[in-house]
């Protein structure tokens, strides 16, 4: 078996964070769970928020568990894709945003 | 897409006891995981008995319009299994005497057994609370000599549920076949036209969800509102309730799983969803299955694995009362997409 830093197998074994930290790993799963409940926003929605969110993190855990999430909450790949733009626009504008500090400051030290 | 049957394609799957072995093999050897039956001795529910009879669930015969890529019956065009005129009346005599709730007609599609008018209207006379068909939708479009149904169901009370895996074109017909969505929603749109599905009608329509690949089905609340919603805006079409079926690991589905390299993730989920509180109302509880040469099962995965009732009688021609089938209901692996999470049951989830 090739020797990588991240294996899918670890995913199902998350739970076992627990295992070493039990009041601290129950208080996390139970918000975690309280978390993606339907509320003000949907179940579906969630799923949504947290696909793009996985992307953005490149997280390979959360984008496997959100995708199928999503499929089994009925996403179409349309919508899934659409979310990880979204992301990724966000991502993308935070760099960019950081031109306006480069902008102050050349402007700044120029003449 | 799927363009043949595994029998046509005379695929090992196509046998029930390859399936069978592939079912007790891979990841349930050296129990790397539970089979059905140590997580029903775990949890003290062996043997798994059946409660009051209510439901008498038939196979009219395996050929069908359509061939679905996750279907558990391997039905399509080519499948020559058809009941006999003389086994349906065998089945309505038995309807007679003993007292059963719900009549399920299901296939293949089962409007395309040559006596399928005749066997519903005199179910029909027999007076059930509940006269189920299992319509796949097309068939309604896919010729006029069956442009009869929608007011024939009407007519004989017929409660329809439909397979419609998606709201969407694509995700429907990728697993149902080109074309499926479309003439789907003809057929829906003809059917509410005449009442069903509709709020002030006692004619009920209701969907069945069936997951489009190796996952299990949402939360069926959940789902139902966004098939109403979805439906409701693009199609003005309306039905009464979402039924969201897990895919069982038997025929084509199961062949689709070890084609995708999905089997064992898919069958640890299965597992690993496993809930105890879904044991007492699985649907092998509470119904017969009869094939279409009239042999009884525990379910319809059950008749398809021809894992044969276990009881004395195991045919409906020797079928006289229901104490002679208080029997030990026949397990395998396949069973655990019953159990798994809400459960799931020919009547959606189960919890």
Redesign the interface.
Known sequence: MSKTYYNSEDL?KFGDITNWNKKLGEKFFDYYKEVFK?GSL???EKSLIALAVSHVLKCPYCIDAYT?DG????I?KEEMMEAVHAGSAIESGATLVHGIQMMNKYNKLSM | MLKKTLHRQKKKLANSKNQLKLLSSRVFENEKLPTFKTSLQKTQNFPLKPSKLEILQINLGYMCNQICAHCHVDAGPDRKEIMTKDTLKTCLNLCKKIDVKTLDLTGGAPELNPNFKWFVEEANKIGFKDLIVRSNLTIITSNKKFEYLPEFFKSNNVHIISSLPHWTKNKTDNQRGEGVFNNSIKALKKLNNIGYGKANTNLQLDLVYNPSGAFLPGEQISLEKKFKKELKENFEIVFNNLLTITNLPVSRFLDYLIASENYDDYMETLVNAYNPKTINKLMCKNTISVSWDGYLYDCDFNQMLNLKLNSPVTHIRDLENETQINRNIRVSQHCYGCTAGSGSSCQGSII
């Open positions: 199902k339907e949907t179940a579906r199928k499929l089994e909450k009925g179409t």
